[in-house]
């Protein structure tokens, strides 16, 4: 009989944070260093205020276009690239707790994979934070659930 494979199996243990007041300026610095597309934010205590993502940052530089969200995605992108302006410079002032995604979703070291999966696909989440009393135990992405899978 296998062994059920659970969040704690799977997750990133070393979790990279950034904090509510951390600049939107050094979170792209961070996000081109690590090569991450995200980090989970908190504060000096540990606790979980939220997620912020490269999206969250695109969003805010395409607010007021139209089109499908790829569309807008790439507008942002080469608004940033080209030295975007005032929409960019206003994006680059802020703060990440100004662009955070506030809700976290998140599971329990002990949760099983498969839960975790469905869960992120009911959620339409790419990361999901590994809870343990409260505290950040690890970090579950959407590539992390396709390489366990890959190993099997």
Do not use: W, Y
Not at 45 to 51: A, Y
Not at 61 to 77: C, E, H, I, N, P
């Amino acid at each position: 009989m296998s062994k059920k494979v659970t969040a704690k199996d799977v997750m990133t243990k070393k979790v990279a944070t950034v904090t509510p007041e951390t600049p939107i300026s050094t979170l792209l610095d961070r996000l081109r260093a690590t090569k991450f597309s995200g980090f989970p934010v908190v504060d000096e205590r540990g606790k979980v205020h939220g997620l912020i993502s490269q999206n969250d940052v695109l969003r805010a530089l395409a607010a007021g276009s139209s089109g499908d969200f790829q569309s807008v995605k790439r507008k942002a992108a080469t608004k940033l690239l080209e030295g975007g302006g005032a929409t960019a410079d206003a994006v680059l002032g802020l703060t990440v707790r100004d662009l955070m995604t506030p809700k976290i979703i998140g599971c329990a070291p002990s949760d099983g994979l498969a839960k975790v999966a469905k869960m992120m696909v009911a959620k339409r989440v790419h990361r999901v934070v590994v809870l343990d009393k409260g505290k950040i135990a690890g970090l579950i992405s959407a590539t992390d659930v396709v390489k366990h899978i890959a190993k099997s």
